[in-house]
């Protein structure tokens, strides 16, 4: 289990050896999420181009796809990119972002995740479930279930996978199959901040890149996340606020924030 | 006439259903974009591919288009999901962002509204003025004409494609070819924020997925948007802060505020 | 050597002309970017369709090219942009992010550069210095290098391209070929905002738009950044308002501030 120890070890690591994250990602986000591994301490790039990506990976230590605004062309560069990060070894992290939605979505996911084991699977409650091939539509984007309704998929997918799967909601849902911690972090504001999972997805990425136990350094993105997204919302008046706060606060983090506000579950 | 009265109906109505808006957007607003929806009470989802957006329109409760960084191959999409959500009969808001500044853009709106009859067109004096056959030049994206010499493009527009047409600027204006309503709601530090005339078609969608008379709907997001914009420029101290405060003011917009404010003409 | 008086007759001359400041660029910064220039008081327009980008840099002022989230036909598109600007004999500034992280990237800045002289190149020091052939590796779109080590690159590629060169860091190189010059303002935490140095590429854009000397017009630039950068990061308490706040002070900036802090050595 994680704790303020282990996930303060991962955060100095972070801010000291600054890792390239990778990031393959929606037009939506890539603004924000680029700030946020800035202000966590990475180093992010966004970069798609099939003519690239490859040599891209080779200078990563981490690769995040995230399917978000994908096209076929977006998804033939992640086809080049995952099998390049896997042939480094570097962690992948896959963000299936309204799998469930529409079949391309769905299937552009099974396809991608069967060219190299992810090594983290961030989603929603409807997002891992449609992964798992549970009968769920997802409405749009946004989940239309809840985590705990999630749970036998995302342990499914996990082994299935051999991979770690997150599901995002009040309560994070972490397991690599057979491990399943809870992390209660967080904030209800959050889920009105477009793409703040987009943003958990890169984060993972980043701890990643620094540690390499996925089930602890994904429970260590998500509380961080979590713990800012609290911090934030104590500045904040509405979702733009909270936007710009929980970037701040993911610069300003302290280990005593940390030993004050995490609170996680076996 | 609207009022304080209908406005907020429509108000409650868009934070009990959440009503999914399908955004094919630019990549300059996409975030703002859908931040201010989340921000409503709505819940958005950008979607551009030619693979998946007659699907996703499926699921949509309003078609958002909007070519402002326009390319032949989302154009190409854009002309695969508006059919779709004409036979859906959901509401279908244009904005031709840029219109009349170059041809490829005056010409794919002809072609885009060609394909079926858009429920409200909104666009700024200039790209009104484009659309309706006038000699103008659009500036880039920023318009060149006053809303009052928009007036007979926007009667004629509504008239000949049988829409109701939003000329927005200083006071905004609202016809269905019939009946012509301003809204004098807003601040003057908003042109300088990238985007907000694309955030008022996003909310134009909302309001109008909500609400099946467009006439009325247009007006509510219109004014609820330059209600925002008021409330946001009392805590902004520049174009930045004002682009945040808006989002947060949508957030948290209350009754008392829209009745205080809200600054309608028949 | 710039002053006080120069710099603020720029301001002044951008402040009532709002020069039309044409856009080729990157996913990540495309809001933040024109929020910037529309702050300053330039008109941005971000296009980039290979069907018009001749016809709005026929409407445009400047015209700034940034690969940052380059592919193939972003960049043929920037072909057919570049030489329209020359011919009409506006100003093009050239963004080379990531030039030497892949050779996709060196590749292209050599290719756009080669169909005519830029006005401007603006970088970081590991940029600058893969543009002019040295070995080095671009650390993702981040500089491996200190701007000292560019020093030598800068002047180099100056009299090859007959341009001017910007090397952004901790403080600014600016020169010629033959006149060096020095900007010393800015702020550390600067270069933890995203898109910072893009921001800066977009100003130099609209002040060689008002100012037919590019050498004056690229020191008057990366220093007005740099002190709404300071004025920015006195109210701020990370990069999340970092960011909002150079917008704001971008749009507040005063003469006496410029006065009380404009530090630039020759």
């Not at 009968?135 to 749009?140: E, M, P």
């Not at 279930?145 to 909601?169: E, K, P, T």
């Not at 057979?178 to 987009?198: I, K, Q, S």
Request: glycine fraction near 8%; charge should be negative; include cysteine.
């Amino acid at each position: 289990m994680i704790s303020t120890e282990t996930l303060w070890r991962d955060i100095e690591a972070i801010r000291e050896q600054a890792p390239l994250v990778h990031n393959i990602t929606n037009f939506v986000v890539m603004n924000t999420t680029a700030n946020a591994l800035l202000s966590l301490g990475a180093s992010p790039v966004m970069a798609h181009a099939a003519d690239e990506v490859e040599e891209m990976v080779g200078l990563a230590s981490a690769l995040v796809v995230n399917i978000g605004t994908l096209s076929q062309m977006w998804v033939d560069s992640m086809a080049k990119a995952i099998p390049a990060a896997a042939a480094r070894t570097i962690p992948i992290v896959f963000d299936p972002v309204g799998a469930g939605a529409t079949r391309f979505r769905t299937e552009s996911c099974l396809r991608l995740m069967g060219l190299a084991q992810p090594t983290v699977i961030r989603g929603n409650a409807s997002e891992i479930m449609a992964l798992a091939g549970a009968q769920v539509q997802t409405r749009g984007v946004d989940s239309g279930a809840a985590v705990d309704d999630a749970q036998g998929a995302a342990r499914q997918l996990a082994h299935q996978w051999q991979c770690v799967v997150v599901v995002s909601g009040a309560s994070d849902l972490i397991t690599d199959g057979e491990a399943l911690w809870w992390v209660d972090n967080g904030h209800a504001m959050m889920p009105r901040v477009t793409g703040l999972g987009c943003t958990a997805s890169a984060l993972v990425g980043a701890f990643c890149a620094v540690n390499d136990q996925p089930l602890t350094a994904a429970a260590h993105a998500m509380s961080t996340l979590g713990i800012c997204g609290e911090l934030a919302a104590e500045s904040s008046v509405g979702p733009g606020s909270l936007q710009v706060a929980v970037i701040d606060a993911l610069y300003g983090l302290t280990r005593e924030e940390v030993e004050r506000r995490l609170r996680v579950r076996g």
